[in-house]
């Protein structure tokens, strides 16, 4: 994979680094360009992959909760989604910087985040994804909320936009993320509530949890 700005030399890196810690203190959420951070050829390979499982029937419908909780409410998400194991040299190359990406949380923002878990996202025309919260208060476990996204030549009126709510006031609008190639977003996963709006064409994305705790639990 060509170089991304994973480099701890790199002043644009740090800069880079350094907004995104600030928007997560001040605001709990940020959303940024992240096509140098992961690089061009990295995003092309992912967004290449996660269409073959799409068109093969690989992803998977989602559901909310996990284990025995599990519940697919189609009323409430309509997603489908394939998780990540790092089996592939794409998915290798992206664990590769999502690590770097958890050392460098922990460095600026001490959250003792010591792993995380990434699935890819496909939205059809027409799915959504309804207010909600990544992680219950208190359970220590899903801390930062990443997502990635992987449309090129995606505009305002194909719809899928992430919609960012004020953590302070969750019926207040802060933002819409339009899900266009390298454009990502990452939000303190108990504290501020989002939403996917409806997509009027394909739509893939990656999500990602940085988490506390060390031991993986079933998918």
């Known amino acids: 994979m060509n170089k991304s700005l994973a480099s701890p030399e790199d002043a644009a890196c740090e800069q880079w680094l350094d907004t995104l810690a600030d928007g997560l203190s001040e605001h709990g959420w940020m959303a940024l360009d992240g096509r140098e951070w992961v690089g061009m050829e990295l995003l092309r390979a992912l967004a290449a992959e996660v269409d073959i499982l799409n068109r093969t029937d690989a992803m998977k419908k989602a559901g909310i ?4 909780d599990l519940v697919r409410d ?46 890819y996202a496909t939205y059809q025309s027409g799915d959504f994804y309804k207010k909600h919260l990544d992680s219950f208060q208190g359970r ?13 030549g995606w505009a305002a009126g194909d719809g899928g936009e992430l919609q960012v ?27 501020v509530p ?18 506390q705790d060390e031991v993986p639990l079933p998918l």
Not at 85 to 114: H, I, M, S, W, Y
Not at 140 to 152: C, F, G
Not at 194 to 211: D, Q
Request: net charge positive.
């Open 65 to 68: 909760g996990r284990g025995a």
């Open 165 to 191: 709510f004020n953590r302070e006031s969750e019926n207040e609008v802060c933002g819409q993320v339009l899900p266009e190639l390298g454009r990502m977003a990452l939000f303190l996963s108990e504290e």
């Open 74 to 119: 189609r009323s409430v998400r309509r997603d489908r989604i394939a998780w990540l194991q790092g089996a592939t040299p794409p998915q290798a190359a992206l664990f590769k910087v999502l690590d770097r990406l958890r050392e460098e949380l922990n460095r600026r923002l001490f959250l003792g985040l010591k792993r995380f878990e990434a699935h």
């Open 140 to 152: 220590a476990s899903r801390v930062v909320s990443l997502v990635l996204y992987l449309n090129e």
């Open 194 to 211: 989002h939403e996917v709006l409806p997509a009027n064409r394909t739509r893939y994305s990656l999500a990602c949890w940085f988490r």
